[in-house]
């Protein structure tokens, strides 16, 4: 009888155990962004206006982040070229990938970037 309680309650341990490993770890699913850099729920696309580039952060379909300028830079110009821009979005990306939340861009990552 005692061996039997044992035994149930090391069972509802692991089951204990495992329920909290499954929503306490961060969920590492999601769709491949197509540039070789693993698995993310977001994807970066650079676009074009007329006071420079700007990024977008899709989660899925729905655009979640919109830079139109360069971050912490006053004004409202935006990146010099597409690369600039998507390398700054990609940055994003990684620290939304990593739960950070706001991701902000210090001037310190802009230098690391070549943004100027």
Do not use: H
């Not at 035994?7 to 590492?28: G, K, N």
């Not at 977008?56 to 300028?69: H, K, P």
Request: hydrophobic share 40%; aromatic share 10%; charged share 20%.
């Amino acid at each position: 009888m005692i061996k039997s309680s044992k035994i149930s309650l090391l069972i509802i341990c692991i089951l204990a155990f495992a329920v909290a490993v499954y929503f306490f770890l961060p969920s590492r699913t999601g769709i491949s962004n197509g540039n070789d850099e693993g698995l993310s729920q977001f994807r970066v696309e650079a676009f074009k206006k007329e006071t420079g580039w700007g990024y977008r952060i899709y989660q899925d379909t729905t655009a979640v982040i919109e830079q139109t300028s360069v971050p912490g830079v006053p004004g409202k110009s935006g990146f010099a070229t597409e690369e600039l821009a998507r390398k700054t979005g990609q940055l994003v990306q990684r620290k939304l990938d990593q739960g950070i939340f706001p991701p902000t861009i210090t001037a310190n990552e802009l230098d690391s970037l070549g943004i100027r």
